[in-house]
């Protein structure tokens, strides 16, 4: 936690932000599965540009050789681990927005977007341009002014990318949106959660996990006569008219004999495969439930770091969870007695992990220090800066960490940045949530400043 002071005034510097954290199987993990992992040894190929041109062609259709499919594994394999080094940032203006905490890409261009001042808004990536959607209101009013400083923290589309599942007005609540319409179909509201929803996960088409600070992990099943337009319409007065449902399971994360006030549910991430979902809660624990008709509990793990364990991913390819905490990144396969990847420590200043994907052998670390990380599973090693710039030549590890700096974003100057932090021009800014575009080759990255009490904003694509 930062805590920065100057002149003065010397006064409690105010919380770190817990943020979104987890990026789920979303992102990163949404596109498991395309090839196979790169082999120890691979063949380079002659440059960056014609590797990058040769997928995009690949992406939309075009066709080679027969026989080349072992071939074009290896190239995206290769893909993978090069591709961070190519990007280059252009930073998106979100006016006064107050951070991001989660994101999901819709199509090419947008990305549906969820904020601590409770703003669930999709950015055209290419123009820039902001749409604000609607949040949908408790059956019961005036719950939601109670619930002021949360926000949105989780957004997560189904399989088939026909549903959007996050937070309503009231943040305790889930709202389900059609998609590409985004027209509301329904809100899990008075037989829910009695507290904010932080993450969320769906178990396939029309079924969705949601993981609470209430301690509670529940399960909502979305009838199949609402996406006939049966339930969700407009009302004579033109004002969107959706159905109320409640969970068909609700299941209480065990209380710790260390910590039982503090189990908190904190992030979510489903293996198809397996059919399981993981859960992190904030009273440092890794807990794994069998996923069904309904939620039961497989084991309970103790986490090696325990404190700030706000975001979680899952490799369907590897069978690993990776959980972010406040200095380290822990691996786990529930079916192995002995973990044998060991963690890995993000040195990013204590900042903390806030945001993790896994696409293949490689994960992408958020951090809260304004900088993004890559991590090669295979290698247990982050990715190294090349020594050389040339697109034509066969660069070699410059044996420094290969780190994207962001932005500075925008930071309200109001009375607490001026008070607390003395005036700081720069603030690094904390990346709750990141996202691939891997058709496009494009990582969408946002956040915004750390401590609780700043107000700002940070977004930008990576291309």
Request: aromatic fraction near 8%; include cysteine.
């Amino acid at each position: 936690m930062a805590q920065q002071q100057t002149g003065s005034r010397k006064r409690k510097a105010p919380a770190v932000e817990a943020g979104a954290g987890s990026s789920s199987s979303q992102g990163l993990a949404a596109a498991d599965g395309e090839g196979p992992l790169l082999p120890k040894k691979q063949k380079r190929p002659a440059t960056r540009r014609r590797l990058v041109h040769y997928l995009k062609g690949r992406e939309v259709g075009a066709r080679g050789p027969a026989g080349l499919q072992g071939f074009e594994g290896e190239l995206r394999g290769y893909a993978v681990q090069r591709l961070p080094e190519l990007l280059t940032e252009r930073q998106l203006d979100l006016g006064t927005l107050n951070k991001v905490f989660a994101s999901q890409w819709l199509n090419a261009r947008q990305v549906v977007c969820g904020t601590k001042c409770n703003t669930l808004f999709v950015v055209d990536v290419q123009s820039g341009h902001i749409t604000r959607i609607p949040l949908m209101r408790d059956k019961e009013a005036g719950l939601a002014q109670a619930q002021q400083g949360c926000g949105i923290h989780a957004i997560e589309l189904n399989p088939s990318k026909t549903l959007l599942a996050t937070g309503g007005e009231n943040p305790n609540s889930l709202a389900i949106y059609q998609l590409p319409t985004l027209d509301p179909l329904c809100l899990g509201d008075r037989h829910g959660h009695k507290d904010w929803i932080f993450a969320i996960a769906w178990l396939s088409d029309t079924v969705a996990v949601s993981g609470s600070r209430d301690g509670t992990v529940a399960l909502w099943r979305m009838d199949p006569d609402m996406f006939n337009g049966s339930i969700a319409w407009h009302s004579e007065v033109g004002l969107p008219v959706y159905a109320h449902i409640r969970p068909k399971d609700v299941e209480a994360i065990p209380r710790a004999s260390t910590n039982p006030s503090n189990r908190k549910v904190r992030a979510l991430a489903f293996s198809g495969k397996n059919q399981e979902l993981g859960a992190v809660s904030l009273d440092g624990y890794f807990h794994l439930w069998k996923a069904r008709s309904t939620l039961s509990r497989l084991l309970s793990i103790r986490l090696p770091y325990c404190r700030e364990n706000v975001c979680l991913t899952y490799c369907d390819e590897l069978s690993l969870y990776a959980v972010g905490s406040q200095s380290h990144v822990s691996f786990l396969d529930p079916r192995q007695r002995q973990q044998n990847i060991r963690p890995l420590c993000s040195r990013e200043g204590g900042t903390g992990v806030r945001s993790l994907s896994f696409y293949q052998h490689i994960i992408t670390v958020g951090t809260g220090h304004g900088s993004l990380l890559f991590y090669d599973i295979r290698a247990q090693k982050f990715l190294e800066e090349r020594a050389s710039a040339s697109l034509d030549s066969t660069p070699g590890p410059a044996g420094r960490k290969l780190k994207l700096a962001c932005g500075r974003g925008w930071l309200n100057q109001d009375d607490v940045w001026m008070n607390y932090f003395g005036g700081m021009e720069e603030f690094p800014n904390a990346l709750y949530t990141h996202c691939y575009n891997w058709p496009e080759m494009k990582l969408f990255v946002a956040g915004g400043p750390l401590p609780s009490g700043l107000h700002g904003n940070y977004a930008g694509l990576w291309s």
